[in-house]
């Protein structure tokens, strides 16, 4: 199947630095990718929708100037945490979805990040 | 928007059987999905069911839809120690995004 490769799985920053995330789709083209956040026990909530040549769509309360993402390539996109704070500490993972495909959205490994 | 509801816990013992419930009220979701997540990983999709379907089984897993009630369930037959994880349905929102329900968490006793 598909893969979706996230780099880092894990990351520790000091609180006020910013922190990259990268999602690659390995052996297919995704025009559409999702970023998602699950704090611990809880389930994935949809931050935005990272699409390729064109401004990411954010979900109400997500920060854009906080959280930036770009998707210049149709295998690439990234997400970063801008001036991070304790609060920011979560799970953060990316789906990509398969344009020849529409059945299914493949997940990255996901990216643990803590801040200190 | 789409809303999504699982019970959170289920206990089973090894060799039984498990079944994983969840609601939805997006009734316009063309597919449904489970995926599974263990400690500290990322979403493994398990399976998936068009929305035009009653059943699909793979395996182990056979998934119900019963649309009129919006209700998903996920059969894990001869369940085993290894499928203990965190269980999540999912549906499309309109945008093509996932909307997860809250999880079960799926304990499987020796």
């Known amino acids: 199947g598909a893969v979706v490769s996230q780099h880092p799985s894990r990351v520790i920053c000091k609180s006020g630095t910013s922190v990259k995330i990268e999602c690659r789709s390995l052996?297919?083209?995704?025009?559409?990718m999702f970023w998602y956040r699950q704090f611990p026990k809880q389930s994935l909530m949809l931050m935005a929708t990272?699409?390729?040549?064109?401004?990411?769509?954010?979900e109400q309360g997500v920060e854009k100037d906080k959280f930036l993402i770009n998707h210049a390539s149709l295998t690439l996109s990234t997400l970063t945490v801008t001036s991070a704070h304790p609060e920011d500490s979560s799970f953060y993972i990316c789906?990509?979805?398969?344009?020849?495909?529409?059945?299914?959205?493949?997940f990255g490994q996901g990216t643990r990040l803590t801040v200190v | 928007g789409e809303d999504v509801e699982q019970s959170l816990f289920l206990s089973v013992r090894e060799g039984d059987s498990s079944v994983i419930n969840c609601t939805y009220t997006?009734?316009?979701?063309?597919?449904l999905y489970w995926y599974k997540q263990e400690p500290g990983a990322g979403l493994q999709l398990l399976t998936y069911?068009?929305?035009?379907?009653d059943m699909k089984q793979d395996q182990r897993l056979t998934v119900l839809l019963n649309k009129k009630d919006k209700h998903l369930s996920l059969r894990i037959a001869d369940t085993q120690t290894g499928d203990s994880a965190i269980y999540f349905c999912?549906?499309?929102?309109?945008?093509?995004?996932?909307?997860f329900g809250s999880g079960t968490r799926l304990q499987v006793q020796p």
């Open positions: 789906s990509a979805e398969d344009r020849g495909k529409n059945t299914e959205a493949f």
């Open positions: 990272s699409n390729e040549g064109s401004k990411a769509t954010y």
């Open positions: 069911i068009f929305s035009n379907m």
């Open positions: 052996d297919f083209q995704a025009t559409t």
């Open positions: 997006d009734s316009s979701s063309t597919y």
């Open positions: 999912a549906g499309h929102t309109g945008r093509r995004a996932l909307t």
